[in-house]
């Protein structure tokens, strides 16, 4: 649809249409919203590409309270356990919710829901969707439903550049695409952008997912969360393919294990195994590959010919890179995967700055703690909607103001950035690294081209890693391996951030000359 934007002034805008941002401008109806994707709706998120499912307590052996406990042992004593009650005890619901706007959930012959189990889960919880592909499926079910809802006004094609702040709230924000750069008056702004995986070499995630929403919020001035906690799927297929496709975490789940070129089952005397959490399983994936070994997901034994029927995305993935599973092990490496930080926000998802909202993935809600739960991530995107919506829903929407004049920045790209994030901010950390990286990327962030915003994001991601003189969960640092007695919280600004770069960057300069 291309409406005349200037004509919708006023109403909420959600930036961004994975499942977080359908599943909001859904729950706003009948309020008027404008969604904005940045490519063809339906057809261009980190949604589509989860093979996992939903974590939901809907099982007869199971319950939220066994949910919790799960989860907030993942998190690594770092969750917010109020919030993390607050979303498991939704997520039945929240499961039902999607079957009515038209998800099409797995289910057994006598129509039960038929569920997985994944890592770290104590009871089989995951709910699935035409069998590993979930995200697809929830995706093609709900951009259905926002074309079928005249409330929904969406603009493809377009990103959002800036927030356009006055006094600590929001008044617009620019965006640009193919046509040039426009602003839009709103005083209610939803991010739900997704998350930092393209910021890395090896990703998971589409190469897009930079980080831009974090840029978005650090820029206006929100207060961000969390940010050294990135989590690493331990089963990214190994290979050239950029993204690199996920070997869903449900194979193991299945009683795949991982082998490695003399066939020998390396992770057998760690707790829990292929089955611990997946910050342990994809560190001793990592300590392996450096060791020079070779890893390997073999699922002959325990799936053999099933495997093509139970995981026909992982076949086919498979397939094109000249690997059949059913057959043969699988070539498989860590890869950046989902983010447990981002944007600071409370129980209803607002942020620090006025009248700006976050859900999803750019979203810091306290969940995941310092490592998250498998499949948890849709559960959180789906129940947080509701509550956003809400919170959006009962904000007036002001008067309009008269937006002052600002330069489109350019796309963001972060091909300059990614050699730095990856050798720095990967499974395994050291204090040295992160210094460089900081004080490498702060001029890079302060440029005002095409790397700037990732750097930007890189850079705060440096920092927060640096202030964590710990381990725990996904963050680990040589320099530092014991985890803490107390986790303490973890919140940064811009402002701290660079302050914080251009004090390392000046304490390297010495350095530097003397050399």
């Known amino acids: 649809m291309s409406p005349d934007i200037h004509d919708l002034a006023g109403r909420p805008v959600v930036v961004g249409a994975g499942i977080a941002g359908l599943m909001t401008a859904l729950m706003l109806a009948p309020m008027p919203v404008l969604l904005l994707s940045a490519g063809p709706l339906g057809g261009s998120s980190s949604s589509e590409l989860a093979q996992g499912g939903m974590a939901a307590a809907v099982g007869a052996d199971d319950s939220p309270e066994l949910h919790l406990a799960d989860t907030l042992a993942a998190g690594d004593g770092h969750g917010d356990a ?97 046509v ?86 390396f992770l057998a005397g760690t707790p829990g195994a292929e089955l611990a959490s997946r910050d342990v399983v994809a560190r001793g994936v990592w300590h392996h590959l450096a060791a020079g070994h070779r890893v390997f997901l073999d699922a002959r034994q325990c799936l053999g010919a099933r495997f093509a029927e139970r995981f026909p995305a992982v076949t086919a993935l498979g397939r094109r890179a000249g690997i059949d599973p059913v057959s043969e092990p699988i070539p498989v490496r860590p890869a950046a995967h989902y983010h447990m930080g981002g944007v600071a926000v409370d129980a209803q998802g607002r942020s620090s700055v006025d009248g700006l909202w976050a859900c999803g993935e750019v979203a810091c809600t306290g969940l995941h703690g310092a490592n998250r739960l498998a499949s948890n991530s849709l559960t959180e995107a789906v129940v947080s909607t509701a509550w956003v919506a809400e919170s959006v829903a009962a904000t007036s929407a002001g008067r309009s103001r008269r937006l002052f004049s600002a330069i489109l920045p350019p796309r963001p790209d972060a091909a300059r950035v990614r050699p730095i994030v990856s050798r720095a901010l990967g499974v395994v950390r050291d204090g040295q690294a992160l210094q460089e990286a900081a004080a490498t990327l702060l001029p890079v962030a302060a440029a005002h081209d095409v790397a700037s915003d990732p750097a930007l994001v890189a850079m705060m991601i440096a920092v927060a890693a640096l202030r964590r003189k710990e381990s725990r969960g996904a963050h680990y640092r040589s320099d530092f391996p014991e985890r803490g007695a107390v986790s303490r919280p973890s919140r940064l600004t811009l402002k701290q951030a660079l302050e914080t770069a251009a004090a390392l960057a000046e304490a390297a300069t010495p350095l530097v000359r003397s050399a």
């Open 180 to 265: 040039g750069s426009t602003t839009i008056a709103t005083r209610r702004v939803v991010l739900a952008t997704g998350g930092i995986g393209g910021l890395f070499l090896d990703t998971t995630n589409p190469l897009g997912s930079i980080g831009q929403g974090l840029a978005l919020a650090a820029r206006a001035g929100a207060e961000l969360a969390d940010l050294e906690f990135v989590q690493f799927h331990p089963t990214a297929l190994a290979g050239t393919a950029r993204p690199m496709p996920l070997v869903s975490e449900a194979v193991r789940g299945e009683g795949a294990v991982l082998i490695d070129e003399h066939g020998r089952r």
């Open 82 to 178: 109020g919030m993390a009650k607050r979303i498991v005890e939704a997520a039945p619901a929240a499961v039902e919710r999607l079957a009515v706007l038209g998800a099409r959930f797995d289910r057994t012959a006598e129509g039960a829901l038929r569920l997985g189990l994944e890592a770290a889960h104590s009871r089989r919880r995951i709910v699935h969707a035409a069998g590993d592909a979930t995200g697809r499926e929830l995706v093609h079910a709900l951009t259905a439903a926002v074309r079928r809802t005249s409330s929904i006004t969406v603009i493809e094609g377009v990103e959002a550049r800036r927030l356009l702040v006055d006094d600590n709230a929001v008044i617009g924000l620019l965006a640009g695409g193919p």
